[in-house]
């Protein structure tokens, strides 16, 4: 291994470690600051990002992953659905919890890891993460979500959405996710990629039937995956 590898690959893993303590800090101590970044990384589309799973929402009980400031639980509740939050940040919750009482919706939230749900079997028909981090696809956060799934559930995933365009804000913010390793978007003709190939590997030796669809909405392209339990109806 010659020297420059050393070097690159040392830096490499530095860099790594400091977008991840980045992304620490945004979700917990900076939580408070976590709308406006979003907001200004997506170019204001990320509540647009996430309500693009809304229609592949199935049946009335849902829990939402790692659920931030609470945006999507009060858009799923107003929309009909029976919502329960999880979310292992307690800044995080103390948001969610603000927003949920001033939208006086019935909308209860916990604090726990997905590892290690405190919830009983077969208690939600849809299980939802929108930007999650990588927990989302390890081997015991996806046993556990199975486990609460119901036997015809389905675990809704939103891991990426990209802006279109071609304007020098878009050319920007883009560099930006290429740099933090955010970028791994299937090219259109192409959806064999190395993020969906891991997903469906990794979810199908856990039971998950998974395909991905593209939702295309004005100025942008959201990633959607949909893992239905195995041997159940799509």
Known sequence: MTLSYKFMAIFKYLWFQLVSLGFHLLYHQLASSYDLVSWIVSCGKWREWQLAALPYIKGQDILELAHGPGHMLIALQ???????????????????????????????????????????DGSFDTVLATFPTEFIAERESLEEIKRVLRQNGRLVIVPQAKLTGDSAVVRFLES????????????????????FQIMRHRFSDVGFHVSLERVIQPGSEVIVVIANRKGTQR
């Not at 329960?84 to 001033?102: H, N």
């Not at 930006?176 to 993020?195: A, F, H, M, S, W």
């Open 176 to 195: 930006l996710y290429k740099i933090t390793g955010q970028r791994n978007v299937p090219d259109e003709k192409n959806q064999q990629t190395q993020l």
């Open 78 to 120: 107003a929309s009909g659905h029976h919502v329960t939050g999880l979310d292992l940040s307690p800044q995080m919750g103390k948001l969610a919890m603000r927003r949920i009482r001033i939208s006086k919706l019935p909308v209860s939230i916990m604090r726990a890891p997905v590892q290690n749900l405190p919830i009983a």
